[in-house]
C-alpha cells in the first residue's frame, strides 16, 4: 500500500494542545527532570555497592506515564568476566570468550571457556554450566540449574518478575556484563549520519558502557539454550536522556497508542516498547532535527506510525544497534502481520482524531475539552514525583537487601506484605531529609530569613536523620553550620562519630554472616538500614544555601569547554559525598570555627587517612574537600598537589579546576602586592 504524506492544516494547533495535555499528566520537562535526577541519585547510592549501572527500562528512562504502569527493570549480574578476544585474558578468574559462527543468529553469541591458568579456549569439556556445542567448543548453556536457587520469583523469559504487594512490579534480570562495545555493533559506531544524530560526543560516551548478554536464545535455533542476546540497554538510556520534549513526549505517545489501540488486539507479544524506541531512534537519524517541535508533535507521531507501518509490511524491523538482526522475525508474520497492517492502517487514515479515543491518562478527554474550548487553561495535575522516589528508595533497599541476604530470601523480605510500612518508614525518613534540605534553602534565599520556613526546614531534617546511620544526620549537621549555631552541629557529629564504628562505605558496616544473623533473630530490615547502611550524601542545586560552601563549586564543576552528552548532562550539577569523608570535613569547620585546635587537627588527620586507605566512590570530591581544609590552614602549596591529583584522576568536569583558579589568583594578588 502506497502512503503519500498529506499534513492537515489542523495538525500545528493540535499538537501544541496535545503538548499542553501531556505536561498534565507528568511529561512536563520540569518533572521530567526531576524524575531523572531521582534515578542519578538512586543509581549512584547503589553502585556504591554493585560498581557499575544496574536500573534500565521505562522506569529509569523516566519515559512513563501513571496510566502506562510500566515495571522496574533491574540486572542481576553473573559472576564472570567476559572478553571478546583473548588479549584480554584476565588471569585467576572465570574467563569467558565471546564467539559466533554463521548458524548464530545476528544479536546472539555464544560463551566459550577459558582455562583459569591459562588464556586457552575449552573445548569437547563439559561441567556443570558448560555444554558442547556442534562446533565441538564448551560454551556456557542456560537451559540448566545456572540460575536454580538465585531467586524463587516466577520467571518470564529471561526475567524473574516478582510483585511487590501489588502496588509494583519488578522484573530482575539475570545477565553477564561486557564492559567493552561488542563487535557485532561496530556498524553502529561508524554509520553515515545526515543529521549528526546522536553527536560524537554521544557516540563516544555510549561505548564505554559495553552491553549485556541475557540468557535467552533465538525462538527457532537448534541450540538456543546455548545462545545469549546482545542487549544494548545502557546505551538506549543514555540516548532517551538526550531527547528533547517533542521527541520525549512522541516516544511515550507512541508507547500509550500501541497500548491502547494495537495490544487490546494483536496481544501483549507482538509489539513492544522496544519496537517503539528503534521506531524513534532510526527517525530521529534520518529526519532534521529542526523538525522535532512542539508545533510538529502529531506529525512526528504519524511517521513513527508510516515508519512502523512499512516495517511491518516487509516484515522487518532492524534492530538500532545491528540491523541484521530482525525484531519482526517469528513475531510479525501470517494472519498477525495482516491484523497489524490493518491497525496501523486504520490509526494513519484517521489522521490523529484516534488521539480523542485514548483513556490512558485521561489524554483523549483532555484533549477534546482543550479544542472544544481554546481558551481553556489546563491545570497541571500534582503529580506524584513521590511515588518515583517511592520506587527509587525500595531500589535502593533491594541493593542494600541484595548483598546482605541469600538470594533465595529476597522474597521472603522484600516482597512480603509485613515490609510495606517498613520500607514506607525509610522512604519517608529519607524523603523528608531532602524537602527538609531544600525548604532551607529557599528560606535563607529571601532577603529577610523566613524563620517559620527555617523551623518547619528543621522538623523535617530531624525526622530525617534517622533515614540511615549517617546522611540524614550529616544534611542535618550541614543545616545548623549554615546557620551558625556550633554547638548543635558539634552534638550531631559527636553523636554520628560515637556510632560510626565501622567503615560505612558500601551501604553496610558488618559481614554478610552478622547481619544475616540478625534478620534471623527479627531485626527489621528499617533498623538494619538506619543503624548499618550509610548512603552517600547528595545535594540538588535547589538546596545550595543550605551546604557548605566548600561544595558549592561541585554543583557547577562543568566548564563551557566540556560539552553536556548523557550521564553527566543531568549530573553536573550534583554534589556527592562519601558519607565518612563528609563527617569528618564538617568536624574540621566546625571546630576550626570553635578555634579547637586539637579537635581540628584530628578531624583533619582523619579525613586524609580515609582517603588514603577506604576505598571512595567519590574520591575527587574528597579530595577538592580536603583541599579547601589545607586551604583553611595555609597550606597553599600542599592543597594544590591535592587538587592536581584530584585532576588526574577525574579530568572532566572536576571542581578542582575552580579551586586551582582561585588558588592562582591568590598567588598573583600576594605577588602583586609585595611588589
Known amino acids: 500500500m502506497k502512503m503519500t504524506l498529506n499534513i492537515p492544516e489542523y495538525y500545528q494547533e493540535v499538537s501544541l494542545r496535545l503538548n499542553r495535555v501531556l505536561d498534565t499528566v507528568g511529561l512536563e520537562e520540569s518533572i521530567r527532570w526531576q524524575k531523572m535526577n531521582i534515578w542519578i541519585q538512586t543509581q549512584k547510592m547503589t553502585s556504591v555497592t554493585y560498581h557499575g549501572d544496574r536500573m534500565f527500562g521505562s522506569q529509569a528512562e523516566a519515559t512513563t506515564t501513571p496510566g502506562l504502569q510500566s515495571d522496574v527493570d533491574i540486572i542481576l549480574p553473573l559472576p564472570a568476566t567476559v572478553i571478546q578476544n583473548l588479549e584480554s585474558w584476565v588471569p585467576e578468574v572465570q574467563n569467558l570468550l565471546v564467539v559466533s559462527d554463521e548458524n548464530t543468529p545476528p544479536g546472539y553469541i555464544k560463551l566459550q571457556g577459558v582455562e583459569i591458568d591459562l588464556p586457552l579456549l575449552m573445548f569437547n569439556a563439559t561441567s556443570k554450566n558448560l555444554k558442547v556445542d556442534r562446533y565441538g567448543r564448551s560454551v556456557v548453556c542456560h537451559d540448566n540449574d545456572l540460575f536454580k536457587g538465585l531467586y524463587d520469583g516466577m520467571r518470564h523469559g529471561p526475567a524473574f518478575t516478582a510483585s511487590f504487594c501489588e502496588i509494583l512490579t519488578v522484573d530482575i534480570v539475570p545477565a553477564m556484563r561486557l564492559h567493552t562495545w561488542p563487535y557485532h555493533a561496530t556498524e553502529w559506531i561508524t554509520r553515515n549520519r545526515s543529521n549528526n544524530w546522536p553527536s560524537q560526543i554521544a557516540i563516544d560516551l555510549i561505548q564505554q558502557t559495553g552491553a549485556l548478554l541475557v540468557p535467552v536464545g533465538h525462538k527457532h535455533s537448534p541450540e538456543k539454550h546455548l545462545e545469549w542476546r546482545i542487549s544494548i540497554s545502557f546505551a538506549e538510556k543514555l540516548l532517551v536522556w538526550q531527547f528533547n520534549s517533542t521527541q520525549y513526549k512522541c516516544y511515550i505517545l507512541l508507547k500509550i497508542i500501541n497500548k491502547s489501540f494495537i495490544k487490546p488486539i494483536l496481544g501483549n507479544d507482538v509489539l513492544s516498547s522496544y519496537h517503539c524506541k528503534t521506531c524513534i531512534f532510526y527517525l530521529l537519524e534520518s529526519t532534521p532535527t529542526a523538525m522535532w517541535q512542539p508545533e510538529n508533535l502529531l506529525l512526528c507521531l504519524e511517521l513513527c506510525l508510516r515508519l ?17 538482526e530482525n525484531m519482526f522475525q517469528c513475531k510479525v508474520y501470517g494472519h498477525v502481520q495482516g491484523w497489524l497492517l490493518c491497525v496501523l492502517r486504520n490509526l494513519l487514515s484517521q489522521e490523529g482524531r484516534y488521539l480523542a479515543r ?16 481554546p481558551r481553556m487553561e489546563l491545570e497541571i495535575e500534582n503529580y506524584d514525583v513521590g511515588t ?10 533491594y541493593a542494600v537487601n541484595n548483598l546482605i541476604c541469600e538470594p533465595r530470601t529476597l522474597d521472603r523480605l522484600l516482597f512480603s506484605q509485613e515490609v510495606v510500612l517498613e520500607i514506607t518508614d525509610v522512604l519517608w ?9 531544600k525548604l532551607a534553602s529557599k528560606s535563607l534565599s529571601r532577603e529577610f530569613h523566613d524563620q517559620q520556613g527555617l523551623e518547619m526546614a528543621q522538623e523535617l531534617l530531624l525526622w530525617g536523620s534517622s533515614s540511615d546511620a549517617a546522611s540524614g544526620k550529616l544534611k542535618l549537621a550541614a543545616f545548623y553550620l549554615v546557620l551558625d549555631n556550633l554547638d548543635l552541629a558539634e552534638d550531631v557529629l559527636n553523636e554520628i562519630h560515637a556510632n560510626y564504628t565501622y567503615k560505612i562505605l558500601c551501604g553496610c558496616n558488618m559481614s554478610r554472616d552478622d547481619l544475616v544473623a540478625k ?6 530490615i528499617s533498623n538494619i538500614i538506619s543503624h548499618h547502611t550509610a548512603y552517600p550524601v547528595i ?22 569547554s566540556e560539552p553536556d552528552s548523557g550521564y553527566e548532562r543531568y549530573t553536573k550539577s550534583l554534589a556527592s559525598i562519601d558519607a565518612k569523608v563528609y ?8 571546630y ?18 580515609t582517603i588514603e586507605h577506604v576505598g571512595l566512590h567519590f574520591k575527587d570530591t574528597a579530595l577538592n574537600l580536603l583541599a579547601y581544609c589545607l586551604r583553611q590552614e595555609g597550606k597553599l602549596i600542599n592543597a594544590f598537589n591535592i587538587l592536581c591529583k584530584s585532576l588526574m584522576l577525574t579530568k572532566k568536569q572536576n571542581a578542582a579546576k575552580w579551586q586551582i583558579a582561585t588558588l592562582i589568583n591568590a598567588a598573583y594578588i600576594f605577588l602583586h602586592a609585595g611588589k
Not at 429 to 437: E, L, M, V
Not at 583 to 590: G, K, P, W, Y
Open 583 to 590: 563527617l569528618h570535613f564538617l568536624e574540621f569547620i566546625c
Open 592 to 609: 576550626f570555627r570553635q578555634n579547637k585546635t586539637t579537635h581540628k587537627n584530628v578531624a583533619l588527620y582523619n579525613m586524609i587517612n
Open 308 to 324: 512502523l507501518y512499512i516495517w511491518t509490511e516487509a516484515a522487518t524491523c532492524p534492530n538500532y544497534f545491528i540491523p541484521e
Open 388 to 397: 518515583v522516589m517511592w520506587i527509587s528508595v525500595w531500589c535502593q533497599l
Open 519 to 524: 534478620l534471623n533473630e527479627n531485626r527489621t
Open 358 to 373: 485514548i483513556s490512558c491518562d485521561n489524554i483523549g478527554d483532555k484533549l477534546v475539552r482543550t479544542c472544544q474550548y
Open 539 to 560: 545535594y540538588e542545586l535547589s538546596e545550595i544555601k543550605c551546604i557548605p560552601k566548600a561544595l558549592i563549586p561541585e554543583m557547577f564543576r562543568a566548564t563551557g
Open 429 to 437: 525518613k529519607y524523603y523528608c531529609s531532602i524537602i527538609g534540605s
